[in-house]
């Protein structure tokens, strides 16, 4: 079943009459037992059928380090922040995961773990391994996951609609369009809320290489840009992975586009998770 797309008006506004909205992701991930990430910070890739033993103790600085430094800064001003959580770290860290929960931080299903991705799988096999990591979120976290974000969000071409007959209200695994849309499947409605790469560590530092002050820039421009020359409702997310701008190098980046949105009263800074409410509500 192809789903039925309903865009947002250039009239429509966010709640106040706000015309841009702003999110904050936090990427909190993990890969399965003796997967290590396809990149890393050497850049050049190992010889096949080798484990990459520096790519999985980089990625690994998120567990131990980047998480709870993300959430510092967010709790220094006050900002509830989605949190993408790899059923894996249900596991591994249980603990922070209630946390995350605690705090009031949205919790977002993101898959088994980021070697685990929905085209990899038959419809059989996505609903599975759905239902696994939504059950362990909801026993670890103590909440009940309404988004979803896959892996690279990279969903399967029926994930959509698997998702919305499974209740979920929202999913990141569009990037067609700079607003949220909601998508129809008969009487089942989910919002396509952009993965956003404009601010966004991992592409702007281990992608192409810029330092972390780069990504700052690219935000004060692009929040520039909708506030100033832009007329129709924008939304923008801003992406830290604990594991890249979880680093001292570069969370100070996240502390300072943080502190400027908090600071800009005409924005309405939201979970993504608030954001599909006021939608399926509005539109």
């Known amino acids: ?47 096949p059928g080798f484990f990459d ?34 059923g894996v770290i249900c596991e591994r860290d249980p603990q922070t995961v209630r946390r995350i929960a605690d705090l009031g931080h949205e919790i977002i299903n993101h898959s088994w773990g980021m070697d685990v991705i929905p085209v990899y799988f038959d419809e059989a096999g996505e609903r599975a391994n759905l239902q696994r990591n939504h ?33 979920y209200t929202h999913h990141g695994d ?6 949220p849309y909601v998508m129809s499947f008969g009487d089942k409605r989910i919002v396509g809320i952009p993965l956003t790469m404009d601010v966004n ?36 997310d801003v992406t830290a992975h604990t594991h890249v701008l979880g680093r001292p190098s570069g969370a100070w980046v996240y502390d300072e586009i943080m502190a400027k949105v908090k600071a800009t009263p005409d ?4 979970t993504r998770d608030e954001m599909a409410s006021y939608v399926l509500n509005n539109i």
Request: aromatic share 8%.
């Open 1 to 47: 079943m192809n789903a039925t797309i309903t865009r947002l008006p250039d009239d429509f506004r966010w709640p106040g009459g706000k015309r841009v909205a702003v999110i904050f992701n936090i990427a909190y991930e993990a890969w399965s037992d003796g997967q290590a990430p396809g990149i890393g910070p050497m850049g050049n890739v190992l010889k």
């Open 53 to 86: 033993t520096n790519a999985h103790s980089w990625a690994s600085f998120g567990l131990v380090r980047g998480i709870h430094r993300l959430l510092a800064i967010a709790e220094k001003h006050g900002v509830k922040t989605s949190v993408m959580v790899n």
């Open 201 to 236: 560590d991992l592409p702007t530092c281990i992608r192409y290489g810029h330092g972390p002050r780069h990504m700052l820039d690219t935000f004060n421009d692009t929040f520039a840009a909708m506030r100033e020359y832009e007329t129709v409702p924008l939304m923008l």
């Open 267 to 270: 924005v309405w800074l939201c």
């Open 174 to 179: 569009v990037n067609d369009d700079d607003r």
């Open 135 to 167: 059950d362990l979120l909801v026993q670890t976290a103590g909440v009940t996951p309404t988004g979803w974000i896959s892996p690279r969000g990279t969903g399967s071409s029926i994930s959509s609609r698997l998702l919305a007959e499974a209740g």
